[in-house]
């Protein structure tokens, strides 16, 4: 299973970059549609959300948290289920404005899709 987290929406596109999904809330300005596959816009962060932690309101673990509480919506977690799925047969490109994957949302849902990925394994094989 690969994800990458590595590239920005305003990077170019590679091969190498396998499917590549946009998860932003907003459609990014000067962004072709041809440069996505795919956009998940429901697995961007909430206004209220960004604005706080780019505020300096929330620390990076208070941000996680409440990301994660986010994900748990039923249809946010198909989406992760769909994500966890295809990643099992291609490599993934996760994108949005960050240029920082470390503290990027990104790397946070790429989290929840490997663990989304372990219990259907786990699911499946126990």
């Known amino acids: 299973m690969t994800i990458s987290i590595q590239k920005s929406v305003s990077d170019p596109k590679s091969e190498d970059d396998g499917f590549r999904v946009l998860v932003m809330r907003y459609w990014p300005r000067g962004v072709k549609k041809e440069r996505i596959d795919e956009w998940y816009r429901e697995l961007g962060t909430n206004k209220e959300l960004i604005k706080a932690w780019e505020g300096g309101k ?3 673990p208070q941000f996680k948290k409440r990301y994660i509480a986010d994900l748990k919506e039923p249809n946010k977690q198909q989406l992760i289920r769909q994500l966890a799925q295809r990643a099992k047969t291609e490599k993934i490109t996760l994108l949005c404005g960050c240029r920082d994957p470390s503290r990027c949302h990104r790397i ?10 372990s219990a259907t394994l786990s699911a499946i094989t126990g």
């Open 58 to 60: 929330l620390t990076w």
């Open 108 to 117: 946070i849902l790429k989290e929840q899709i490997m663990k989304n990925s």
